[in-house]
């Protein structure tokens, strides 16, 4: 059988947009970097990422390398169908270290090519003397349980050093695991109250998380407070 030239160049351009149609599992990681800002040393922080699979094929996540055992990320799965999402919650331990710090974990999927890549960055004090214009105190929310005190409710202060208003606004995801009621600003020299709530559900239950805010100065000053619950 003879083909014309014109019937000839319509076949391969119909082969070459078949096969150019073969379904493509992607990533796509929206906002992949986070500031912490100022946090305690020897503390344990959480922040949450959204994968999106943005392909046309089933995306498969492989392997999240960390560098360090410091960074933990627990999967509810490692399968996400085209157009769905997975919110995916990274651990981190900052120990001792003091200063600017960082952690950059790697994501491999059967997507291939160059991993992607979060971030995770902030910057270690030992003490709430180095924050300003806002410092809390504690720097370190305890709801911790001991026998039958449950002790499912703690109290902090949040005090402003210098001569303005500062407004706060919390910029992570609110923790699943307790309630956290932050004052909305605190005027110049002076203190406000905030308290931290532990759901019912994890009223039996240990957990780590962190909550981040920004405050409204020059700056635009962030601080995130790590929150723990022990059962002793």
């Known amino acids: 059988m003879k083909f014309s030239g014109t019937i000839l160049t319509v076949l391969v351009i119909s082969a070459l947009a078949v096969g150019g149609a073969v379904a493509?599992?992607?990533l796509e990681i929206p906002d992949n970097g986070f500031e912490f800002g100022y946090i305690p040393q020897n503390s344990s922080l959480k922040h949450y990422y959204w994968f999106k699979s943005v392909g046309s094929d089933t995306l498969v996540i492989n392997e999240i390398k960390t560098?360090?055992?410091c960074v933990l990320v627990p999967l509810?799965?490692?399968v996400i169908a085209p157009g769905d999402s997975m919110r995916v919650?990274?651990?981190w331990n900052?120990?001792?270290?003091?200063g600017r710090i960082g952690r950059y974990p790697y994501i491999f999927t059967n997507a291939g090519g160059d991993p992607l890549q979060v971030l995770l960055e902030g910057n270690a004090v030992q003490t709430t003397n180095e924050l300003h214009p806002v410092a809390f105190s504690p720097f370190k929310f305890e709801v911790s349980?001991?026998?039958e005190n449950l002790n499912d409710e703690m109290r902090f202060k949040v005090k402003n050093d210098s001569d303005a208003r500062i407004s706060i606004t919390r910029i992570s995801p609110a923790p699943v695991e307790c309630e956290v009621e932050l004052p909305e600003s605190v005027g110049g020299n002076s203190e406000a109250t905030g308290a931290v709530k532990v759901r019912p559900e994890f009223i039996d239950k240990e957990f780590e998380c962190s909550i981040t805010v920004e405050l409204d100065d020059k700056e635009k000053t962030r601080i995130t407070v790590p929150i723990r619950r022990k059962l002793y």
Do not use: E, M
């Open 76 to 78: 509810d799965s490692k």
């Open 145 to 147: 349980a001991v026998g």
């Open 24 to 26: 493509q599992p992607k």
């Open 89 to 91: 919650g990274i651990s």
């Open 94 to 98: 900052v120990g001792r270290r003091l």
């Open 67 to 69: 560098g360090c055992s």
